[in-house]
């Protein structure tokens, strides 16, 4: 019923810049917070960047400075923009939506597919 539809990613030279895009789909009522993930191999799933529906956001301290997440909760939209990528930002990146499918429904977790970023040194 819900579905996160990510966009994005690919190859990029260390210092370069991608941008991740996710727009979530389906019976939505509310959501609450929408954000990315990531994944490497042999490494747990880590939070990157997340943003609340009061406007707060949430960073790993490794992305600080060079990565920001935005939302457009008219279109329940988000993306990441990522900058001065390192080699250890390669990763799958995973659209996460915390979000309520009608106004009586608890809170649900929904993902994305998942997106390739791959940054050579």
């Known amino acids: 019923q819900v579905q996160l539809e990510e966009s994005g990613g690919g190859l990029v030279q260390a210092g370069g810049s991608l941008r991740l895009s996710c727009a979530a789909s389906?019976?939505?009522?509310?959501?609450?917070?929408m954000g990315w993930y990531r994944q490497a191999p042999g490494k747990q799933r880590e939070l990157v960047a997340a943003?609340?529906?009061?406007?707060?956001?949430d960073y790993a301290d490794s992305v600080k400075g060079r990565f920001t997440i935005s939302r457009d909760n008219a279109k329940n939209t988000v993306s990441l923009q990522m900058n001065s990528l390192k080699p250890e930002d390669t990763a799958v990146y995973y659209c996460y939506a915390a979000l309520r499918t009608t106004m009586s429904s608890v809170v649900y977790d929904y993902w994305g597919q998942g997106a390739q970023v791959t940054v050579s040194s």
């Open positions: 389906g019976r939505i009522f509310s959501i609450n917070v």
């Open positions: 943003t609340r529906s009061d406007g707060r956001t």
